[in-house]
């Protein structure tokens, strides 16, 4: 059983375009997180949310709207996508915002 | 913000010991320092958590000074298969009761033969 899923794991798209990485997760935590891992290996908090009300939002451009339809899951929908959006992006959970975090296995976003 | 500072990579050998130090001089009282480990095309798994002292599990020990600015992640005797990132992980407490989590930039240990 996955405990963090998410969909689709390679995402390759043109510039401009809209698109949307979802995140489920089955262990039945309170918070989930978006981050942004860029080329450099480096790991950046985008998103949190806890009990589906969003909790941080780092310095995203607003392109960039997280949805929670329900605990167990967290959305990243990106409208006009640029060049510098690619990355691979991590969603994660944890019972509470200090507690471990279980993170999903990655979404390569190239954009062209 | 909590800003932790990692070496960038390591090497070693199989069967040695690797300590690897990360330092977060602005550390909050209340924090806990968590290290995560990533391999390629895979997202990071927490190995060891601790607050002060001295932390170990089957993975991994932690060492932490009292003045807790620091802390070192010591893996006994690696294998290749610990080749892999490193993060060590501290955060901040806002006003208002959330948490920011702020991964350091991670440590890249190759491991050879």
């Known amino acids: 059983d996955t405990a963090v899923s998410q969909t689709p794991k390679y995402l390759v798209t043109q510039m401009g375009n809209d698109k949307s990485i979802k995140c489920e997760q089955n262990l039945g935590h309170d918070t989930m997180y978006w981050y942004k891992q860029d080329s450099k290996k480096f790991l950046k908090i985008m998103f949190s949310y806890n009990n589906k009300e969003l909790i941080i939002n780092e310095t995203v451009p607003n392109r960039f709207s997280p949805k929670s339809p329900d605990k167990a899951h967290l959305n990243l929908h990106i409208n006009s996508l640029e060049l510098g959006d690619s990355a691979v992006y991590f969603c994660?959970?944890?019972?509470?915002?200090?507690?471990?975090?279980?993170f999903g296995p990655g979404t390569r976003l190239t954009v062209l | 913000l909590a800003k932790t500072t990692q070496p960038i990579s390591m090497d070693s050998y199989e069967g040695q010991e690797v300590n690897i130090t990360c330092s977060h001089n602005n550390i909050a009282t209340n924090d806990y320092i968590t290290w995560y480990q990533q391999f390629p095309s895979q997202g990071p798994r927490f190995i060891i958590q601790?607050?002060?002292t001295k932390v170990t599990n089957e993975v991994a020990s932690l060492f932490i000074p009292a003045d807790r600015k620091s802390s070192t992640l010591s893996l006994p005797r690696v294998s290749l298969s610990d080749t892999a990132v490193y993060y060590c992980l501290v955060g901040d407490h806002l006003t208002g009761g959330s948490y920011i989590p702020t991964f350091g930039r991670g440590t890249s240990l190759i491991v050879h033969p």
């Open positions: 994660a959970s944890s019972q509470d915002d200090t507690d471990t975090q279980y």
């Open positions: 601790g607050y002060k």
